[in-house]
C-alpha cells in the first residue's frame, strides 16, 4: 500500500490584475482617439478643444491650487449629501420594507419625490431655506432619499425570516439584532445604493453650485459658461468625472463585490 498522499487539486489561476484593467484603459483610449480625431477636423477649435488643449489648462488650474480648492468643496457637500440620503433613505427603505402599515402610508409619497423634478426640489430648498450650504445639501440629499429608500425597501422584504426567527429565540436586542442579523443581509443592496447614489449625487451637486454656490466645480462650470471658455469646462468637468471613478473603482465597488461574495457564501 502507497504512502503517497494524491496530488491536491488544481486552483483556477488567478487573472493578472493588467487584465481586468485592460478593457477599461482600452476603451478610455478609444474615446480619447475619438475626441482628437473630432478636435482635428473641427473647424473652431473653440467649441471642441483638442484633449491635448484641456489637460494644458487642468494642469494650469492644477499648479495654481485653485483646482484642488473649489473639487474639495464639491467633494464636500457630495459627501455630506450622500451621508443624509443613506442614513435617511436606508432606515425609511427598511420601515417600509418590514411594515406593510408604513409601505401604505408612505408610498404614495415616495412616488411623488421620486417624480419630482430635482431642479424643482434644488430651486424651492433655495428659496425657502436660503442661498446657503443647508439648502445645497439638504435639496440634493431629497433628490436621492427616495431612491434609496426603494432599493432598501425591496431588499428588507427579501430579509431571511429564519434569522428572525433565531434572533427572537435567542433574545437579541434591537441594535444587535439591526446589526448582526439585518445590516448583513443588507448589505449588497447598500452598497449598490451607494454606488448608484453617489453618480447621481454629484451631478445634481454640480447644478446646485451651478445655480446658487461662490464656489466648487459647479460654479466654476458657470463662470466658463458665461465666457464660452469651453477648454476650461471640459478640464473642470474631466477633473472631477476623475476623482469621482477613482472612489467608484477603489471604495464603493471592492465593498459592493466583497458584499456580494459574503451573500453568496451565507446562502
Request: hydrophobic share 60%.
Amino acid at each position: 500500500m502507497s504512502d503517497r498522499t494524491p496530488p491536491a487539486p488544481a486552483t483556477p489561476a488567478r487573472r493578472p490584475r493588467w487584465a481586468a484593467l485592460a478593457p477599461g484603459l482600452i476603451s478610455a483610449a478609444l474615446v480619447l482617439g475619438l475626441w482628437a480625431t473630432l478636435a482635428a477636423i473641427g473647424d473652431d477649435p473653440r467649441r471642441l478643444p483638442s484633449p491635448l488643449l484641456v489637460l494644458g489648462r487642468l494642469w494650469a488650474l492644477g499648479a495654481s491650487g485653485e483646482l484642488w480648492f473649489h473639487t474639495g468643496m464639491t467633494l464636500a457637500r457630495v459627501l455630506a449629501a450622500f451621508a443624509v440620503a443613506m442614513v435617511a433613505g436606508g432606515a425609511l427603505g427598511l420601515w417600509m420594507g418590514r411594515s406593510a402599515t408604513a409601505d401604505r402610508w408612505l408610498n404614495p409619497s415616495l412616488v411623488v419625490l421620486l417624480n419630482l423634478p430635482a431642479l424643482v426640489v434644488i430651486v424651492l430648498c433655495y428659496i425657502w431655506i436660503g442661498l446657503n450650504e443647508t439648502a445645497a445639501i439638504l435639496s440634493v440629499a431629497l433628490n436621492k432619499i427616495p431612491v434609496v429608500a426603494v432599493l432598501l425597501r425591496e431588499a428588507g422584504r427579501a430579509l431571511s425570516p429564519d434569522l428572525d426567527d433565531m434572533a427572537r429565540v435567542f433574545g437579541m436586542r434591537p441594535l444587535a439584532r439591526l446589526r448582526h442579523v439585518v445590516l448583513p443581509q443588507l448589505a449588497p443592496a447598500i452598497a449598490a445604493a451607494a454606488r448608484s447614489g453617489i453618480a447621481l449625487i454629484w451631478k445634481i451637486v454640480l447644478v446646485v453650485e451651478f445655480l446658487g454656490r461662490s464656489n466648487g466645480v459647479g460654479f466654476k462650470l458657470h463662470m466658463h459658461f458665461s465666457n464660452f471658455d469651453v477648454a476650461r469646462v471640459l478640464a473642470w468637468a474631466l477633473a472631477f468625472v476623475v476623482v469621482m471613478l477613482l472612489i467608484d473603482l477603489l471604495i464603493l465597488r471592492p465593498w459592493q463585490d466583497s458584499a456580494n461574495r459574503w451573500r453568496q457564501d451565507a446562502a
